[in-house]
């Protein structure tokens, strides 16, 4: 009972970082902006990392190859933020760090799918996890898009120019919510396909996922009022 409730209070705190991470980070730039940016990232994967139940050991590990990836992050940043000259970003240490920050997510993903969506009895905290794997897909899809502008610089079309993570960060979510703003678009054939993957799960797991969630609450609800009266 109390393992439950820590995994519980697990997906709560997770939630409120990825709130955290939407809330606060638009409102810092350039290379302060980008340290507090990854700090709150550092957060979340932390977060993640906490809900796989890992022993003490293999959990240090975790936390070890979060924090090396965190540090090329910030390398990479300084790189971009302190060179005058075109944009020319270390691309081996960002490459590296979003490598490792999808491997992270897709592993979270692939966890956090089995257990929540394993359960009998759905509570608040539950949904609070289904509601954190929906904005862990727009998460992961920004690093996807990142490795592929990495890859291709002329991957993407903008109206601004894509410099920083939260181009990227913007893109995804509006794809994924199927908004399409249409100030960033996709050029390259196999950003093409992801954008369209990621708008298809966009559409597919809130009506399909969250939804069974929901009805599990209700039916949880219904059940007890059953035997109340």
Known sequence: MLQSKSI???????????ILLFLIAPFFIGLIGSLVTELIFFGIIFSLIRTFNLKRKNFLLYVAIAGLAFCFNIISSVYILTNESEFNPDKLSSLISNLINSIFVVMALILLNKKIFSVKQVDGDILKGGVSVFFLIGILWTFIYQIVLILDSHAFSHSKEIEEYNYLFHFSFTTLTTLGYGDITPINQFA??????EAIVGMMYPSIFIARLVSLYYDRGTERARLIF
């Open 192 to 197: 093409m396909n992801l954008a369209n993957l």
């Open 8 to 18: 519980q209070n697990k997906y709560s705190q997770l939630l409120f970082t990825l």
